[in-house]
């Protein structure tokens, strides 16, 4: 890999430590913690220089975007998956060019993706996104309405549920972040309890990433950290997110 690209290296192997560090703190099994690189904002050239460093899964917030680099990576063989909020209107690109889809947080969502899947021939894997905090500015399930999504979701055969997806509220108060993600944690339980397989959680980013481990996390979704800030502020893909 050419020298102009030797600080994402470097990024990519100090995440990989903090991970580590963090599992270690926590009593767990750094194999038990996957980093899904989240690649929104950047270009394919810096997402191929990704791959060569070993990431092959990218989180994307916009359907748009997945499209836009779709075709100039697909010799990459990447697997995009879905983390931001999704209008139904969009299922139909995202059952052609994603693997998998975080943000699933309504049935009129998951049976328009069903249909589309069966349309095209495909299976992702989903998770459910549920809202684990008041922040107006978080999508996702209310958490008294997931067991019975979860049970109406047996009926999409090419949803494979594979866990629950959350955003923690934005804050200072590391209380207050860290109940967001042992909400998760609870919630993932129950269902497993309830029979359902959904042990994944992908909960952490950049910010919050040690205690989403501390509470569980199997996946924490990794943006600035890997590859620098970005050009837009958050409220871009939050839209009621105060700046
Ligand atoms: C942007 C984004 C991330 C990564 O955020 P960073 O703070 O840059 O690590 C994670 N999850 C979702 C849903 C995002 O939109």
């Known amino acids: 890999m050419d020298n102009d690209n030797a600080w994402l290296a470097d990024n990519w192997a100090q995440i990989r430590r903090r ?10 099994d750094p194999a ?6 989240v690649s929104k904002t950047f270009g394919p050239d810096l997402i191929r220089a990704g791959v060569a ?19 100039p990576l697909e010799d990459c063989d990447v697997d995009w998956v879905m983390i ?18 975080q943000s699933l947080d309504r049935l009129e969502l998951a049976q328009a ?3 589309r899947l069966q349309h095209e021939g495909r299976a992702i894997d989903v998770l459910v996104q549920v809202k684990t905090s008041a922040e107006p500015s978080k999508y996702g399930l209310p958490p008294e309405q997931l067991a019975g999504f979860l049970s109406a979701l047996r009926g999409c055969d090419t949803l494979r549920v594979r866990g629950l997806m959350t955003l923690a509220i934005h804050s200072t108060e590391t209380e207050e972040v860290r109940g967001c993600f042992r909400l998760l944690r609870e919630l993932r339980d129950q269902s497993v309890l309830q029979g359902h397989d959904v042990q994944g959680l992908s909960m952490g980013m ?3 990433f040690p205690l989403a481990i501390a509470e569980g996390a199997t996946e924490v979704r990794i943006g600035t950290a890997i590859f620098g800030k970005r050009a837009y502020p958050d409220s871009y893909y939050w839209p009621e997110a105060k700046v």
Do not use: W, Y
């Open 19 to 28: 991970v580590d560090s963090a599992c270690h703190e926590a009593g767990r």
């Open 32 to 37: 038990e913690v996957a980093i899904l690189p």
């Open 53 to 71: 460093l070993g990431m092959r899964r990218f989180g994307e917030n916009k359907v748009q975007e997945i499209r836009d680099k779709f075709a």
């Open 84 to 101: 931001g909020h999704l209008q139904t209107n969009k299922a139909k690109d995202v059952a052609r060019l994603a693997s998998e889809v």
């Open 113 to 115: 993706l069903d249909r």
């Open 206 to 208: 950049s910010g919050d």
